[in-house]
């Protein structure tokens, strides 16, 4: 009921490219946002889900996030997990559509799961370089060996929670981080300031389901008044994150 109320207020209150005046903002809406070019990657990502969509594999999930609030057991199906807790097809193709335009070369991902986003987000460029984390050794052990036949080398993964998992991370600075996992307002308030020393000028954050419970909201407009923030871009499903000095801080509703 949260999720569908909160969809209401945002198609009420967002807009279009029109009256966006921020030239960085609108190429970033126009040009990315709303490219409708049709990869031919659209139809590996497609795929990507299709095949996940009937497999038959069950895994013991050890959920150390929000998810579990979805699906009571621990053993989880494949099939529904990619229905239920990964990206969707639309917003794997805005993550692919973002690693393009930006020109993302190292991304951070908070929370693997079977690989959706960070698939998306690989075959966009291939010569960037991807970690992404994931609590679940089994969730990640099935990940590891579905993509194994892609051969995307340069993924890595880390089995691990996010909060110590991020502080020996070797890596300075990302281009991307990409926050999709343990949906709840303290812990994404956490991680986010944790990985703030990561950033550099044109460092973006993706946020997923920010519209997720209401803390998740929270969580949100916390980030948004931050001081270190200047533009964001909410899109409902993804929230994009800029802090470049040189924009004044403006915040975007974008219907995409
Ligand atoms: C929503 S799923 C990620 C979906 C994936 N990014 C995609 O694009 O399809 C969230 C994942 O984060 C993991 N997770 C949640 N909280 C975590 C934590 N505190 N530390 C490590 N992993 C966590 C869960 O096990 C789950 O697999």
């Known amino acids: 009921m949260y999720q569908i109320l909160s969809y209401i207020k945002f198609i009420l209150s967002s ?42 594999t069950k895994i013991e999930v050890i ?13 989880r ?5 990619i229905r239920n807790s990964s990206s969707s097809f639309k917003n794997a193709k805005l993550l692919f559509k973002t690693t393009k335009y930006f020109n993302f070369k190292t991304i951070l991902e908070l929370g693997t ?16 370089k991807i970690i992404s984390i994931e609590g679940c050794p089994n969730t990640l052990g099935f990940t590891n060996s579905y993509l194994r036949q892609y ?19 070797n890596e300075d600075k990302f281009d991307c981080v990409f926050i999709d996992g343990h949906h709840n307002k303290k ?5 986010f300031e944790s990985l703030l020393s990561k950033t550099h000028n044109n460092t973006v954050f993706v946020f997923d389901d920010i519209y997720w419970s209401k803390g998740m909201t929270e969580a949100w407009a916390y980030i948004k008044a931050h001081p270190s923030v200047s ?12 802090f470049r000095k040189e924009q004044a801080k403006e915040h975007f509703k974008i219907r995409v």
């Open 15 to 56: 807009t279009n490219q029109h009256g966006v005046h921020s030239p960085f903002v609108y190429n970033f809406v126009t040009k990315c946002l709303y490219n409708r070019t049709k990869y031919d990657a659209y139809k590996a990502l497609y795929t990507y889900r299709k095949k996940l969509k009937k497999s038959k």
């Open 63 to 75: 959920d150390l996030g929000e998810g579990s609030k979805l699906l009571k057991t621990n053993q």
């Open 77 to 81: 199906r494949v099939s529904k997990m």
């Open 113 to 128: 799961s079977l690989g959706m986003g960070t698939y998306a987000m690989a075959i966009a460029d291939t010569s960037s």
């Open 151 to 169: 051969n995307l080398k340069h993924l890595s993964f880390i089995n691990g929670d996010f909060q110590s998992t991020i502080q020996k991370l």
């Open 187 to 191: 812990s994404t308030i956490n991680y």
């Open 231 to 242: 533009v964001t871009v909410d899109t409902f499903h993804l929230g994009y994150v800029f």
